[in-house]
């Protein structure tokens, strides 16, 4: 398995930009799909984006496509997260996780998950 380690967030300005890392240990890395997901408090974790292994196919559930962009550097072991035009219902913690199948929006497809980074934006 591999290990997912988030970082990047902090409290941001509504209409900021931030971008989240998720930096994997491991040699088989590049044959992993990444899901990113997050969860707000009181609310249920939530699909916000996934990459392929090679990094050529994305997907965004309609809620935040145009906002989020999911990239990854292979070489480095990384997989990006940008989120643009920040707004205050993006507040939560946010989580990376590596799927060996095809990376989908169920959580049951991933089989590592990292511990999570939070993102606060206020208004």
């Known amino acids: 398995q591999v290990q997912l380690v988030e970082s990047g967030g902090g409290w941001m300005q509504a209409g900021g930009s931030l971008r989240l890392s998720c930096a994997a240990s491991?040699?088989?890395?590049?044959?992993?799909?990444i899901g990113w997901f997050r969860q707000a408090p009181g609310k249920e974790r939530e699909f916000v984006g996934s990459?392929?292994?090679?990094?050529?196919?994305?997907y965004y559930p309609d809620s935040v496509k145009g906002r989020f962009t999911v990239s990854r550097d292979n070489a480095k072991n990384t997989v990006f997260l940008q989120i643009n035009s920040l707004k205050p219902e993006d507040t939560a913690v946010y989580y990376c996780?590596?799927?060996?199948?095809?990376?989908?929006?169920?959580?049951?497809?991933?089989?590592?998950w990292g511990q999570g980074t939070q993102v606060t934006v206020s208004s």
């Open positions: 996780a590596a799927a060996t199948v095809a990376a989908g929006t169920v959580e049951g497809v991933y089989e590592s």
């Open positions: 990459i392929n292994w090679s990094g050529h196919n994305t």
């Open positions: 491991g040699r088989t890395f590049s044959s992993y799909g």
